[in-house]
C-alpha cells in the first residue's frame, strides 16, 4: 500500500522520548513517504517547563535517530529550528502536517504562514492524546518533574530501580516498545 502523502512534516523538541512522541513520528511515517522532523535547538526550549532538566540538542537528536534504527525508518531528515513554525513555511513540496490534538494550534499556525507566503496549506493529520497510568498525557514535563517515566507509569509507588529508569525486573530502552529481562 503506499503512503498517502509524498512529504510530510512533524516537529518538537523530542525530549526524553515517550509513547506520545512515539505514536505522532509512527503516524508520520504510516502516512509520509518522506519525513521531515523539525527538532527544536537548544535556544528555542529556554522557556519550556523544567527548561534546565531537558536534554540537549546534540543527545535528542542521536535518540530520535536511534528510535528510526530501531525502528527500521528511512527517508527522513531532521532538520533544527528555531522558532515554532521552523521551514514549514518556505517548503513548497510539503503536503502534510502531522500533530497531536493538543498541538493542532500549531498546525493551524503554520498553515497561516504558508498561506501569507503563496503556498498552499497543509493538510492536517491529527492523533489522540497517549494517555499516562495517572490520567493526564504523557508528557515530557511530567518525565522531568519525575513524575512519571517515558512509558506513563508514575514514579512515586516504590517501583523504580536504584537509577530510577526502569521497575524492578524489568528494563527498557527508551526507542522501541520491547522489554528486555536481564
Known amino acids: 500500500m503506499g503512503k498517502k502523502y509524498r512529504k510530510v512534516v512533524v516537529g518538537g523538541t523530542f525530549d526524553r522520548l515517550h509513547l506520545g512522541h512515539k505514536a505522532l513520528l509512527r503516524k508520520a ?14 535556544e528555542m526550549i529556554r522557556e519550556k517547563p523544567y527548561a534546565d532538566k531537558i536534554l540537549p540538542y546534540e543527545i535528542r537528536l542521536k535518540d530520535l535517530i536511534k528510535f528510526f534504527e530501531v525502528n527500521g ?32 494550534k500549531g498546525a493551524l499556525i503554520v498553515n497561516r504562514a504558508r498561506e501569507e507566503k503563496g503556498l498552499r496549506p497543509l493538510e492536517i ?3 489522540g492524546i497517549v494517555r499516562s497510568s495517572l490520567g493526564p498525557k504523557i508528557s515530557s514535563s511530567l518525565i522531568r518533574a519525575g513524575l ?12 523504580e530501580t536504584p537509577e530510577g529508569k526502569a521497575f524492578k525486573g524489568q528494563k527498557r530502552n527508551t526507542y522501541g516498545d520491547t522489554q528486555c529481562r536481564s
Open 29 to 42: 511515517f504510516e502516512v509520509g513517504k518522506y519525513v521531515y522532523i523539525g527538532l527544536t535547538s537548544d
Open 73 to 104: 525508518y528511512s527517508n527522513y531528515r531532521v532538520i533544527k529550528i528555531h522558532t515554532a513554525i521552523g521551514f514549514a513555511d518556505e517548503m513548497k513540496s510539503l503536503e502534510a502536517i502531522v500533530v497531536s490534538e493538543e498541538t493542532y
Open 125 to 127: 493529520v491529527t492523533i
Open 148 to 159: 512519571i517515566d517515558p512509558f506513563g507509569r508514575p514514579l512515586s509507588s516504590g517501583n
